[in-house]
């Protein structure tokens, strides 16, 4: 290799002096020749003059992103949020402001987040947080980064913030082939945010409902996707999560799983319990109340019941557990509640299912299930999928897992006492404890 180095200068040296040889002696202003020096550690070996090399930038300016070195703008930014998640994507191409229009281009960078991870910085690789990367970038294409399925990486670390109208991104990964790619995506638009959530296992929903109590220096926070009333409803609710920890330690400060008293899972729907004091759990546990308004808390829990990983975010007014409804039987539906009249209990239509009919003020509202579902205990739709006979209904409106409502149910029988309830955690709600007439 040295020596063909030293024989290309040469021979450019050979060349230059023929050329200059050629000139006419006549010539006024020869052209001067660059200085050739010879190398002092390797005689022969000449030296030409070095070329400063452009700076490479360190960082993207905002709305670009740099791979290998050279930087490219973007030309289109947008926000908008599918679900729970947070979401940006650009493009490289002008004028493009529609969000699902960014995805009909050849070149553009997409990214979504879980709520849990606005405002974080977190590790691609190692992050079980739900987050997704999309790119069509040219020399950095990755057809989807997320937790778990990060093969396309070897290493990445992602920002995501959503404040106050303004979203700002930045993603710093390698590639699989080596290739570095980094990125800033800013844009101004202002989207729906639910800052309360809860989720297990990743299933992100909103946390809808909170309820506390403190008694003898011990405070208990219940937090749940359902919107209750009241801390005796919870048994009707799909699942809820709990903390219970020494009141001092409601001051804001991260603690470990271990210095807590007791945080559990109670999920309705599959019966089932996952309780610290019953199962290994690791994570931290942040609480802080109000001191000027106790009803106030903030809570950021992290909880991993031995593969079943919970997650709290919620800021907001709990409810008083020890706060009893005033019973009111009644049809409620958009908002506007319906005195009950007459009930009953139809054993007749056949396929080893009941009917049960409530006459109100209203429309008349049916349950129709199972026989053996008729036990007192609360019962999803998600339990019925498979048996389509199953339903709700309010006049002409069927509910049910086919028609893709939510719903829970509860219907108990005690010798001449009918217990029903209902909510499709929406628009309608019932509520009824009393006689009833049956159809045999």
């Known amino acids: 290799m040295i020596m063909k180095k030293i024989t290309y200068i040469l021979c450019a040296v050979v060349t230059a002096m023929f050329i200059s040889c050629e000139k006419p002696e006549?010539?006024?202003?020869?052209?001067?020749?660059?200085?050739?020096?010879?190398?002092?550690?390797?005689?022969?070996?000449?030296e030409q003059p070095e070329t400063e090399?452009?700076?490479?930038?360190?960082?993207?300016?905002?709305?670009?992103?740099?791979?290998?070195?050279?930087?490219h703008k973007f030309g289109s930014v947008a926000v908008s949020n599918l679900g729970e998640y947070l979401c940006i994507a650009a493009c490289?191409?002008?004028?493009?402001?529609?969000?699902?229009?960014?995805?009909?281009?050849?070149?553009?960078?997409?990214?979504?987040?879980?709520?849990?991870?606005?405002?974080?910085?977190?590790?691609?690789?190692?992050?079980?947080?739900?987050?997704?990367?999309?790119?069509?970038?040219?020399?950095?294409?990755?057809?989807?980064?997320?937790?778990?399925?990060?093969?396309?990486?070897?290493?990445?670390?992602?920002?995501?913030?959503?404040?106050?109208?303004?979203?700002?991104?930045?993603?710093?990964?390698?590639?699989?082939?080596?290739?570095?790619?980094?990125?800033?995506?800013?844009?101004?638009?202002?989207?729906?945010?639910?800052?309360?959530?809860?989720a297990v296992n990743n299933d992100?929903?909103?946390?809808?409902?909170?309820?506390?109590?403190?008694?003898?220096?011990i405070t208990s926070l219940y937090i749940t996707p359902a919107g209750l009333s009241y801390a005796s409803e919870l048994e009707i609710a799909t699942y809820y999560a709990y903390i219970i920890l020494d009141d001092s330690l409601c001051n804001g400060k991260t603690i470990m799983a271990s210095e807590i008293i007791e945080a559990g899972i109670v999920n309705n729907i599959d019966v089932t319990h996952l309780s610290s004091s019953e199962t290994e759990t690791t994570g931290t546990v942040n609480v802080l109340r109000?001191?000027?308004?106790?009803?106030?808390?903030?809570?950021?829990?992290?909880?991993?019941?031995?593969?079943?990983?919970?997650?709290?975010?919620?800021?907001g007014y709990a409810i008083d557990v020890a706060l009893e409804p005033e019973v009111i039987y009644e049809v409620k539906f958009d908002k506007q509640s319906y005195k009950i009249h007459e009930v009953t209990l139809d054993k007749t239509?056949?396929?080893?299912?009941?009917?049960?009919?409530?006459?109100?003020?209203?429309?008349?509202f049916t349950i129709t299930m199972p026989s053996t579902a008729f036990d007192g205990n609360p019962k999803g739709f998600s339990q019925f999928q498979k048996n389509p006979d199953v339903k709700v209904t309010y006049g002409e409106n069927v509910y049910n897992k086919s028609t893709g409502s939510s719903g829970t149910i509860t219907v108990g029988i005690n010798e001449d006492v009918i217990h029903v309830e209902f909510t499709n955690y929406s628009d309608l709600e019932v509520l009824y404890e009393g006689n009833f007439k049956t159809i045999e």
């Open 92 to 198: 490289t191409a002008d004028g493009i402001s529609s969000f699902e229009a960014m995805f009909e281009q050849e070149e553009y960078l997409y990214l979504a987040i879980s709520p849990l991870l606005n405002g974080e910085e977190f590790d691609l690789k190692s992050e079980s947080r739900l987050y997704t990367i999309i790119s069509t970038l040219p020399g950095a294409t990755l057809e989807g980064v997320a937790p778990e399925m990060n093969e396309e990486i070897e290493s990445g670390e992602c920002t995501f913030a959503y404040a106050d109208g303004v979203t700002v991104a930045e993603i710093k990964v390698v590639l699989a082939d080596g290739s570095a790619l980094s990125a800033k995506l800013s844009a101004e638009e202002v989207i729906q945010v639910n800052e309360n959530i809860i």
């Open 53 to 71: 090399q452009p700076e490479r930038p360190a960082e993207p300016s905002v709305n670009s992103y740099i791979l290998e070195g050279k930087e």
């Open 26 to 46: 006549d010539s006024s202003n020869p052209e001067p020749m660059p200085p050739v020096t010879e190398t002092p550690d390797e005689p022969g070996k000449t």
């Open 349 to 364: 239509i056949g396929n080893d299912l009941w009917r049960v009919i409530i006459e109100s003020e209203g429309e008349d």
């Open 290 to 315: 109000d001191p000027e308004n106790p009803a106030h808390y903030t809570v950021v829990a992290h909880l991993d019941f031995d593969g079943t990983v919970l997650d709290i975010k919620y800021d």
């Open 204 to 217: 992100t929903k909103p946390a809808r409902t909170s309820f506390h109590g403190t008694e003898d220096g």
